[in-house]
């Protein structure tokens, strides 16, 4: 197999699996939510509840089931994710990443609040408008559920793969497109490719944490503090604190 054919193969197996776990995470959410039904629990008709059933199962479960399924099936083992307790040198990392994600999202926000271009929004936001309680939960969530679940297969097992057939950058750029592309069925209202646009960006931030740590609870911690506190912000705003 040529070098190009390697490197086509890598996006191809990325593509399949960024979306392919989405998919079936979807399965396994509609799964859990009619069991529920059938159960006597009216998930379906609570949309807070519904949003509790999608990020466990989504994120947390099928995320990291995906992520965890596939290296056994290549026979990789668990040694292919480079994750560790973070040293204090990492830790400050972690710190300037977090950092970095909330400045670049607040200079991108107001950049399109001057010049009068709208970004979508997540539909997990509606829903916590309607419920501020869904803001507060959700921010143990990040931590626990979402920023490892995501992480775990983008840059764990994603970027991981193609970085064995791109040079860092490559990979890094390579995986935060899919990472954005995928946050498009999560997105109501107009200016989706706005939205995917800063999610891109910050993507890129991520990944070079991981690619210069080669740990991958720096971007983990990174991902859950940067959700948290939009969560929080997002809490406030919508019970008139700010």
Do not use: C
Not at 36 to 57: C, F, K, R, W, Y
């Amino acid at each position: 197999m040529s070098d190009r054919q390697a490197q086509l193969r890598a996006v191809g197996i990325g593509i399949l699996l960024v979306v392919g776990a989405y998919l079936i995470g979807q399965i396994v959410v509609t799964a859990t939510a009619l069991t529920l039904v059938a159960a006597g629990i009216p998930v379906l008709d609570q949309p807070t509840l519904l949003l509790g059933v999608s990020v466990v199962m989504l994120q947390g479960v099928t995320f990291g089931g995906v992520a965890l399924g596939y290296l056994w099936y290549r026979g990789d083992g668990l040694d292919f994710i480079k994750a560790r307790v973070p040293s204090k040198r990492e830790l400050a990392i972690t710190l300037g990443g977090f950092a970095a994600l909330l400045g670049v999202q607040v200079s991108i926000s107001l950049t399109l609040a001057r010049l009068g271009i709208q970004s979508a929004q997540n539909t997990i936001v509606d829903i916590g408008n309607q419920n501020p309680i869904v803001f507060l939960l959700l921010i143990p969530a990040s931590f626990l559920l979402i920023g490892p679940g995501e992480e775990l297969l983008n840059r764990g097992l994603v970027q991981g793969l193609l970085r064995k057939q791109f040079q860092p950058m490559g990979a890094i750029i390579l995986t935060s497109i899919l990472f954005a592309f995928v946050h498009v069925f999560s997105l109501q209202g107009q200016g989706k490719l706005v939205y995917l646009g800063i999610v891109f960006v910050l993507s890129l931030i991520l990944g070079t944490t991981y690619e210069y740590t080669d740990n991958l609870a720096v971007p983990a911690l990174i991902h859950g503090a940067y959700n948290a506190t939009l969560f929080g912000l997002q809490y406030l705003n919508a019970t008139g604190g700010m």
